[in-house]
């Protein structure tokens, strides 16, 4: 019986609904939460919020995974050309010690080389750009189209948000 954690699709704002109902199965689960000010208009409030909005792990053997698609509050299992999406132990166990260490974390986009960014924050707001390399921790190195040359800056993630792949041209 090998056990593997996967990750699993909540119904929108059903995480903890979904982490209650998995481990009232008897299903090891497990919804890293962020704490989070929240201001109203008469107060202010410290929240728990999930890491990953939407999503949450489970362990289980990968045959059982009925059992988790079964669960309320669950929309789905998440899956990569039709394979069940199996995340690292040592993953999971870097989001639990990172989280109970204290780190503020906070969930950034994901880039991949090729896809279409846009810059949101900063001098270059508004450009467009692919991104051509992923260069150290948080930073990476677009292309600017704007500039109709082969000229690649250095900008923080945290200023970028995804606009799509961009295709290679047809020849």
Do not use: C
Not at 36 to 46: A, I, Q, V, Y
Not at 119 to 147: C, F, H, T, W, Y
Not at 152 to 167: C, E, V, W
Request: net charge positive.
């Amino acid at each position: 019986m090998e056990l593997q954690w996967i990750a699993v699709r909540s119904k929108p704002r059903a995480e903890k609904v979904a982490y209650e109902q998995l481990t009232k199965k008897g299903i090891e689960a497990y919804l890293p939460l962020v704490k989070e000010r929240r201001k109203w208009s008469d107060r202010k409030k410290w929240v728990e919020l999930p890491l990953f909005s939407g999503y949450l792990f489970a362990r289980i053997e990968l045959k059982n995974s009925i059992f988790v698609l079964q669960t309320h509050g669950v929309s789905t299992i998440v899956k990569f050309n039709g394979n069940i999406a199996v995340v690292q132990n040592e993953v999971i166990n870097a989001i639990r010690l990172a989280l109970e260490g204290g780190y503020e974390l906070e969930p950034t986009e994901y880039f991949t080389v090729g896809d279409a960014v846009e810059v949101i924050e900063g001098p270059m707001k508004g450009s467009q750009g692919i991104v051509s390399r992923l260069k150290g921790q948080n930073r990476l190195v677009i292309k600017i189209d704007a500039l109709q040359q082969a000229i690649a800056i250095h900008i923080d993630t945290k200023f970028l948000r995804s606009i799509g792949k961009k295709r290679a041209p047809i020849s």
